[in-house]
């Protein structure tokens, strides 16, 4: 015990010269007066690893989880540094051990009268650096006798000394030395928020991972913890034990393939005055951003593709009389509501509605991915509820064939008749996740059987419901794009229903699904299943028209300058149009396809590109026919069992014009609400100073009928989007 006098011959001393060993034995001498102070237990406590924890050191590791620790790769090693060393920095109040000279472990606080020492595990298995435990020997029992003794002159240095000099990097004493906010900005990855994040959990011996989760807060602020005052020059006082590795827990990263884009540019009417692309009725952006919204989130911008937002609403525009005519176009020229000096060229498309007792017989496989990627709430169990919906909504001469992969494809239903659905049902239910992703051979296997049960004048379709990993086999676009394009020659086409996110492969799903002769819808909820594959079942499975394309040419008499509003990965080439060898997307039942093009007028003053002060010729109306035209839209397609397109024209003039913008439908005016909120995601330049409210206002006038509340969901969007969206 340290009495009085020994406090007063302690303060005779001279202070010895601070090398390692004298901070070893003051660190020595503090511990035994805190531990006589405290009177600590001697239950024996520990984990099968032979860490020797207390409860005190429990609670210190709990509390450093609620702080969520976050750190770069670059920067983990250096954060787990001190959070390790004072770890041990706590359990040595309780068994404070250093390691001597010769490289034993020695025990420094004094046995207590009658207190039976438990049976210790050796301090070398958690410390990879310590030898292991021998067995005490003369100077072992020396180096007790010294740390009870009152320290004596400076020895000559040891590895206690080298222990105790360990250096910290450069970073790691920038990380010691940081204030809250910069110690916050090195776990985000920079100041600039940049560099891929590997986010880190690290839970200690004796807290298990459940435990961990119940006292980590959701929303618990970002932060380094603290050093203790015995680290504050950046000196190892304690070797720190490594984290075992099973018990860092990286976040998994996010390996969402999404592909990239550029938004279309805008075209000098006069050198560049013609426009084509592919129609486009997919819908799965619009839930990519629903879904990021509804996290609290702004969507990836390469996400955000504006024709698929518009054309996720369903639309009244006018269809065609008969199935004749596969479509009807309508066309109407408005002024723009974010451009006082701009329109807008508004062009809608109609297919022809079957009407169910008209239905053809469907062929369906349900080609399924049941690999390990899919073990998610989001993905196979929400995949599973979502095709028990489908299965309910066929007819009774309905067939449905099951294919499932994982690290290979095998048959799991063979053609069955839709009036045996408990049988379809159960073989649904029966999925479970497991395994690679053998995605090539789950679709060879799947149009092999839709040829099996192939049905004549009928819907044969493979529907392929993944989260779009392939990893075994041909994985790449281009050869699964070789794939699709020769199957689909077989009159059985493919449609892609996405799941899932984290590892989502969008580009993948888009490249088979347009080449497959079908759509791709992304379900993130059990009402878009319902939206997707029931209420718009006839869409999705009854092609009414194949390969349709759009090609617009401006009149320069007219038009100095032309935007097309979305569409950038369904460009096509103006050559493209009239080849019937060029594929292009499809058009089903009832389907409602919208093309909206900003231009500008000639002489409005809007121009964005100066015109050629040199060798440009001079537009003479004289003499040029239809000259009073605003454009002349065309479009191609082919029915469902042809092979050669037909074609359809438009001219679009002064008829098709309105003068104000309330005066356009109010399908058209809800449609441009939504282009205007794709582009606002985007951060495109022609819509940076309209603002959320002004996109609201409009969506809102024109809501219209609104039986599914898809109108009101989007208005809800539109506020969270204001909400997050710092610039408005």
């Not at 303060?11 to 020595?28: H, L, M, N, Q, S």
């Not at 086409?493 to 002769?517: E, H, K, P, W, Y």
């Not at 121009?607 to 537009?619: C, H, N, S, T, W």
Request: proline share 6%; aromatic share 6%; net charge negative.
């Amino acid at each position: 015990m340290v009495d009085d006098n020994e406090l007063e011959r302690l303060r005779d001393i001279a202070v010895p010269a601070p090398d390692g060993v004298a901070k070893a034995r003051a660190f020595t001498a503090a511990m035994q007066a805190f531990d006589l102070d405290e009177k600590i237990s001697a239950v024996s406590q520990g984990t099968s690893a032979g860490l020797r924890l207390t409860e005190r050191a429990r609670m210190l590791w709990r509390d450093i989880m609620q702080r969520k620790l976050i750190a770069t790769p670059a920067i983990t090693a250096l954060v787990a540094l001190p959070i390790a060393g004072y770890a041990a920095f706590e359990m040595l109040k309780e068994q404070p051990r250093i390691i001597g000279g010769n490289g034993t472990v020695t025990e420094t606080v004094a046995d207590k009268p009658g207190a039976q020492k438990p049976e210790q595990p050796a301090v070398n298995e958690p410390l990879a650096a310590a030898p292991a435990k021998e067995k005490k020997t003369d100077a072992d029992a020396e180096t007790r006798a010294n740390s009870q003794a009152a320290p004596a002159a400076p020895k000559p240095a040891t590895e206690v000394d080298t222990l105790f000099r360990q250096e910290a990097t450069p970073a790691a004493k920038r990380a010691l030395q940081a204030t809250p906010a910069e110690s916050g900005q090195l776990a985000a990855g920079g100041k600039d928020g940049s560099s891929n994040r590997v986010i880190m959990s690290m839970t200690p011996p004796g807290v298990d991972e459940a435990e961990r989760a119940d006292q980590a807060p959701a929303g618990a602020a970002t932060t380094m913890p603290q050093s203790p005052p015995a680290m504050a020059d950046s000196k190892l006082m304690v070797q720190p034990a490594p984290m075992p590795a099973d018990q860092l827990q990286p976040q998994e990263e996010n390996r969402d393939r999404i592909e990239t884009f550029k938004t279309n540019p805008v075209h000098e009417t006069a050198q560049d005055p013609v426009s084509t692309f592919s129609i486009d009725v997919d819908t799965a952006s619009y839930s990519f951003v629903r879904r990021s919204l509804k996290e609290g989130a702004l969507p990836d911008p390469d996400t955000v593709r504006v024709e698929e937002m518009i054309n996720y609403f369903p639309y009244d525009w006018k269809g065609p009389e008969s199935a004749s005519t596969p479509f009807n176009s309508t066309v109407t020229v408005m002024p723009t509501p974010w451009n006082e000096h701009t329109k807008l060229m508004h062009v809608a498309i109609k297919g022809f509605d079957v009407k169910p007792a008209e239905q053809p017989k469907a062929n369906l496989v349900f080609l399924i991915d049941v690999s390990g990627s899919m073990d998610e709430p989001d993905k196979l169990p929400l995949l599973k509820s979502a095709f028990r919906l489908l299965v309910s909504k066929l007819k009774a001469d309905d067939t449905v064939s099951i294919v499932t992969y994982a690290g290979n494809a095998g048959t799991v239903l063979m053609p069955t008749k839709a009036t045996e659905k408990q049988k379809i049902l159960a073989a649904i239910d029966n999925l479970a996740p497991g395994g690679s992703t053998a995605g090539e051979e789950g679709i060879r296997e799947a149009y092999k059987l839709a040829q099996q049960s192939f049905v004549k004048d009928g819907v044969n379709r493979v529907m392929l419901a993944t989260d779009g990993d392939f990893n075994v086999g041909q994985t790449d676009d281009d050869d699964l794009k070789q794939l699709i394009e020769k199957e689909r020659k077989t009159g059985v086409f493919l449609s892609v229903f996405g799941f899932g996110r984290g590892n989502l492969n969008d580009q993948m799903m888009q490249t088979i699904a347009q080449n497959g002769n079908g759509t791709a819808a992304y379900i993130d909820t059990l009402a878009e299943a319902q939206k997707v594959l029931v209420e718009d079942a006839s869409s999705t499975l009854f092609t009414i028209a194949k390969d349709v394309k759009i090609q617009v040419e401006f009149n320069p008499a007219k038009v100095s300058e032309y935007r097309l509003v979305g569409y950038e990965t369904r460009a096509l080439k103006r050559e493209d149009f009239n080849n019937d060898r060029v594929d292009a997307g499809d058009i089903g039942s009832g389907h409602s396809v919208t093309a909206v093009y900003e231009i500008t007028p000639k002489g409005s003053g809007g121009e964005q590109v100066d015109p050629l002060r040199y060798g440009q010729a001079k537009v003479d109306n004289s003499g040029v026919a239809n000259a009073d035209e605003y454009a002349f839209v065309k479009i191609r397609y082919k029915l469902p069992d042809e092979d050669v397109s037909k074609l359809i024209t438009t001219p679009v003039t002064a008829a098709n014009e309105v003068s104000s913008f309330d005066a356009a439908g109010a399908d058209q005016r809800f449609s441009v609400a939504v282009a205007a909120f794709g582009q606002k995601l985007r951060d495109e330049d022609q819509t940076a100073n309209f603002g959320y409210d002004r996109i609201a206002e409009i969506a809102n006038a024109a809501r219209g009928a609104d039986p599914f509340g898809y109108r009101a969901e989007f208005l809800s969007l539109v506020r969270l989007a204001s909400s997050l969206d710092g610039n408005k």
